[in-house]
């Protein structure tokens, strides 16, 4: 077992800043409100299942308290706990339209923070694997405040990503750019603990996972391309599928057993194809850390990291993973790959 095993990840970060000896540490902070952010929140979704058994369902809690829905309660964490850290000047939020000003009688910082507060988070009411997710970029605008163009920069500019996964155990995985690594809440103690470092994506994978139900608006290439998947070839069985619907936790599993993971364009609004996805909190920051541990994250025409947002809640298709499989998805795309035509499904109708 690494040696690194079992590190905290406050000492983790303090060495990983000591490696750099022009860091401020500001960035090393910002992570820690984040993981203050984090244990709150996987705390009240622990809590969730148990909400119902006691019968505290009814709007009011046993303090006689409101009982807030989770996806609310996590982002107003997000929001109350990054606002005053005096690191940020300006967040994005899946939850809210506009972006997140940092209130004036706060101190401001040379970063900004974009950030969906609980990914998957119609899973829920069935206790299956959500998280939160986050990508912080340095202000580029020159006053104090920031501005919102700051938010409009590619994944490529991120100074940090990573995401939190409050799954069979809460897990932390991050990168700065130089590695990939993943820390475990232990709970007993409160602290999150070193569980790999530098981890790297297999070159390839036996999994695809993709919601299958939206074939009919798939693209040709792309629905081929998931035929090809599932077929047998001379050098290969069928891939498997798996999907729970969740990004952070089709991604994570994706990051430790390879293959791809998938949301592609939707064609039913002719010369307007869109993901749904959402670029700036969603798809550039598991882009990072994808990259980062040698897999590839496409559009299925191009890098994720390049796309220059337009706005905050800007849609992307997305294809992200192993290399391999990767690869593969764009080539099908271009149509430079096609599959052998003996064993394969019709196509859907038009
Ligand atoms: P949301 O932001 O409305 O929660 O949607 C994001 C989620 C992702 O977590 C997941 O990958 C995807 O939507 C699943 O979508 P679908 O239910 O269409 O398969
Ligand atoms: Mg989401």
Redesign the pocket.
């Known amino acids: 077992m690494d040696e690194a095993v079992g590190t905290t990840l406050s000492r983790f970060i303090a060495d990983e800043q000591m490696k750099h000896p022009g860091a401020t540490g500001e960035f090393s902070n910002l992570l820690v409100e984040l993981i203050t952010c984090a244990r709150l929140i996987s705390r009240e979704v622990n809590k969730a299942g148990l909400v119902e058994i006691l019968g505290l369902t009814g709007h009011r809690n046993v303090q006689g308290e409101e009982v807030m829905k989770l996806d609310r309660f996590a982002n107003e964490t997000m929001i109350r706990t990054m606002s005053h850290t005096g690191y940020l000047c300006m967040m994005a939020s ?1 939850e809210n339209a506009d972006p997140i000003p940092i209130p004036a009688e706060y101190p401001k910082g040379k970063y900004v923070l974009c950030f ?1 507060p609980l ?4 899973n829920i009411d069935a206790n299956a694997p959500i998280g939160t997710i986050f990508s912080v970029l340095q202000r580029r605008s020159a006053g104090d405040d920031g501005d919102p163009e700051d938010l409009l920069q590619p994944g490529r500019d991120q100074v940090g990503a990573g995401y939190f996964l409050y799954g069979s155990s809460t897990l932390m995985v991050y990168t700065t750019g130089s590695g990939v690594h993943i820390f475990t809440l232990d709970p007993s103690v409160g602290m999150f603990l070193l569980s790999r470092a530098d981890v790297r994506i297999p070159e390839s994978g036996k999994y695809y996972s993709v ?1 299958e139900g ?1 074939t009919a608006y798939w693209e040709p290439g792309v629905w081929k391309y998931v035929d090809y998947l599932k077929s047998a070839t001379g050098e290969r069985p069928p891939y498997s599928t798996r999907y729970i ?4 936790a ?1 991604f994570h599993r994706t990051l430790c057993y390879g293959g791809i993971f998938a ?1 592609p364009e939707d064609h039913r609004s002719p010369g307007k194809p869109k993901g ?3 670029l700036l909190y ?1 798809a550039s920051p598991l882009a990072l850390i994808c990259e980062v541990a040698g897999g590839r994250a496409s559009t299925g025409r191009g890098r994720i990291l390049d796309v220059v947002p337009e706005e905050i809640h800007q849609r992307v298709p997305l294809f992200i993973g192993s290399k391999r499989e990767v690869e593969w998805a764009e080539k099908f795309i271009a149509g430079e790959m096609q599959p052998p035509t003996a064993g394969l499904s019709a196509p859907p109708p038009p």
Do not use: A, F, Q, T
Not at 119 to 122: A, I, V
Not at 245 to 248: E, I, M, P, R
């Open positions: 899946e969906d990914d998957g988070s119609s919601n939206n619907g969740s990004l952070v089709d949301y749904k996805l959402r969603e």
